[in-house]
């Protein structure tokens, strides 16, 4: 658990202050203020280029941008695809009536449906398309997961299994409520 929640992040922290580091440092190198055209293009939503134009800036070696920009791919393709698998994976359990594997056919529909979802919007409007409708999608998802949650506060409150016994300081299943721990 401990590797999940922080390798991740660590690789996330080396990988914004190398790239972040490099093209603030190219802007401020630059001769005229925003000279580098990183900003601009930061400021324009077109985050790829910005990436991808800092990775070209950064080596005059051909071989090495062309690596370091496969890199950059490899990387935002293996985070997208995850990121789906695990929707996907979501999805179908909850289709499923909570089935911890969950017929395969309905994985690879539902993963189609999102991919053909996100190819649409990337072709209709690219980037800002996506986010608009990510945005458009989180406040109904929002209001779900408000009753979700209040749905299972009021499950907790009402399971007997929980509650002790008249008289008693142990719970039905022989629990005891004080936290004694006794081997």
């Known amino acids: 658990m401990v590797g999940v929640m922080f390798v991740p992040t660590t690789i996330a922290f080396f990988w914004l202050s190398i790239f972040g580091g490099n093209a603030l440092y190219m802007e ?14 930061v400021n324009n939503w077109d985050l ?15 071989w090495l941008t062309w690596g370091m920009s496969a ?11 995850t990121s789906s698998d695990s929707g996907t994976l979501v999805i179908t359990t909850m289709l499923s009536m909570g089935d911890d594997n969950p017929p395969q056919k309905f994985r690879i529909i539902w993963g189609m449906g999102e991919g053909f979802v ?10 800002k398309a996506l986010q608009t409708a990510s945005i458009a999608a989180a406040l109904p998802v929002s209001v ?17 299994s929980a ?10 299943d022989g629990t005891s409520m004080r936290g004694d721990l006794r081997a």
Do not use: H
């Open 48 to 62: 790829p280029k910005a990436l991808y134009g800092t990775i070209a800036r950064l080596s005059d070696i051909s």
């Open 71 to 81: 890199l950059a791919t490899l990387l935002l393709a293996t985070w997208f695809i």
């Open 163 to 172: 509650a002790p016994e008249p008289d008693t300081d142990r719970a039905p």
């Open 28 to 41: 401020i190198q630059a001769a005229a203020a925003g000279g580098a055209g990183l900003i601009d293009m």
């Open 144 to 160: 779900i997961m408000l009753f979700m949650t209040y749905g299972l506060c009021k499950s907790l409150k009402e399971d007997s």
């Open 118 to 127: 996100a190819a649409v919007l990337l072709l209709a409007g690219g980037l």
